[in-house]
C-alpha cells in the first residue's frame, strides 16, 4: 500500500466518538480516530514496510504513528532513530505502543537503562514500559538487576511524574510475576510503596494494585498447573 492509500484508510476508519475517548486518554487534536481493532487490520494488510512507517511517522498524525510503531521493521531501528521518535511522544498510548517497537530491536537493554533515568515524563515512561515488557521477556535479564530496579522505582516512584509512576507501577508487576523468587522480593518493595496515586483524567482507568494484581496471576498460574 502506499502512503496515501493507507492515510485515506486512516482517515476514513476514523470516528468522532474514538476521538473524544483518545481526547480524554491525553492524546492531541491531529487524530483522525481509529479504532486499535482496525488498526490491526492495515496492520496485517501491510506487514512489515519500513519506508512506509518512516513516512507515517513523519505525518505527525495520531493514527498514523501508532501504525508506524506496528509496521516498521525493528531490525532496521537505529539508535538514534528511537530516540528521534521518543522525543517526539506526547501521550501514553503512543508511548506504549512505542515501547513494544523499542522492545523488538537491538538497543532494547540499552534504550531501557537510558530512558528509565529521564525526568522527562514521556521518555522516562517508555523506559519504564520497556522494562516491564523485558522483565517478562528476557531470560538474560538477571535476578539481581531486577532487583536494583526494584530499589530504583520505590526510592523514586512518588516523586517522579504522572504517568511515569504508572509505567512504574507496571514494572513492579511485571518482575513480580517473572519468578517466584522476584514475587516476594516484588510484593515487599510494593508494600513498602503503598498507594500509587496517578491521575487519569476523564476516564475509567484505575492504577492497580501491585500486590493483589501480581497474587492474582499467580492464582491463575496455579489454576492452570503453571
Partial sequence: MTYTDVMKELEAAGTAQNRKVYARHGVGEKMFGVSFENLTKLKKKIKTDHDLALRLWASGVHDARMLATMIADPSK????????????????????????LAEESAFAREKMEKWTRSKDEWIGRAGWQLLARLAMSDASLTDDALEEY?????????????????????????????????????????????????????????TPDAVEYIARVKARRKTKGR
Avoid at 504522572?162 to 508494600?191: F, T, Y
Fill in 150 to 206: 526494584l530499589k530504583a522505582i520505590e526510592s523514586r516512584i512518588h516523586r517522579s511524574k504522572n504517568r511515569q509512576r504508572d509505567a512504574m507501577n507496571s514494572a513492579v508487576i511485571a518482575i513480580g510475576i517473572r519468578s517466584a523468587a522476584l514475587e516476594k522480593k516484588a510484593v515487599a518493595a510494593a508494600r513498602r510503596i503503598g498507594k500509587v496515586e496517578v491521575d487519569h483524567g476523564e476516564t475509567g482507568c484505575k
Fill in 77 to 100: 531501528m537505529t539508535s538514534s532513530l528511537l530516540d528521534a521518535w521518543l522525543e517526539e511522544i506526547d501521550n501514553y498510548v503512543l508511548s506504549d505502543a512505542f515501547a513494544k
